[in-house]
């Protein structure tokens, strides 16, 4: 079992920063952040391969999002910096823990299908 508890989110003018803490109970192999718009699907903003430390992100946000473990506090946190309205979204934290073969790369650790624990959510808002 996978607990994920998500804090951070708040309201913030674009181009300012917040940063996203997950913390995970219990082993996990992948993690990811994953945000849903209103009226829109899930989907995937950055992943995390826990053992190697290998990251992957979304086109959106690359060079913005920087997604970073703290292993010793089982915590992941998500960097957002220079932050656009488009960004606003209530964000999810993600955890796999069962150590399935996944096709390499960030389209698999993108995918929400692939997680099997997920955080409570919370709330971005960037206002012009």
């Known amino acids: 079992q996978v607990q994920l508890v998500e804090s951070g989110g708040g309201s913030v003018q674009a181009g300012q920063s917040l940063r996203l803490s997950c913390i995970a109970t219990?082993?996990?192999?992948?993690m990811g952040w994953f945000r849903q718009r209103p009226g829109q699907e899930r989907e995937g903003v950055a992943g995390?391969?826990?053992?190697?430390?290998?990251?992957f992100y979304a086109d959106s946000v690359k060079g913005r999002f920087t997604l970073s473990p703290d292993n010793a506090k089982n915590t992941i946190y998500l960097q957002m910096t220079d932050l656009k309205p488009e960004d606003t979204a209530t964000y999810y934290c993600?955890?796999?823990?069962?150590?399935?073969?996944?096709?390499?790369?960030?389209?698999?650790?993108?995918?929400?299908?692939?997680?099997?624990?997920w955080g409570q959510g919370t709330q971005v808002t960037v206002s012009s």
């Open positions: 993600a955890a796999e823990n069962t150590g399935r073969r996944w096709p390499p790369g960030a389209t698999s650790f993108l995918n929400d299908t692939n997680y099997n624990y």
């Open positions: 219990g082993y996990t192999y992948r």
């Open positions: 995390l391969a826990t053992g190697s430390g290998k990251t």
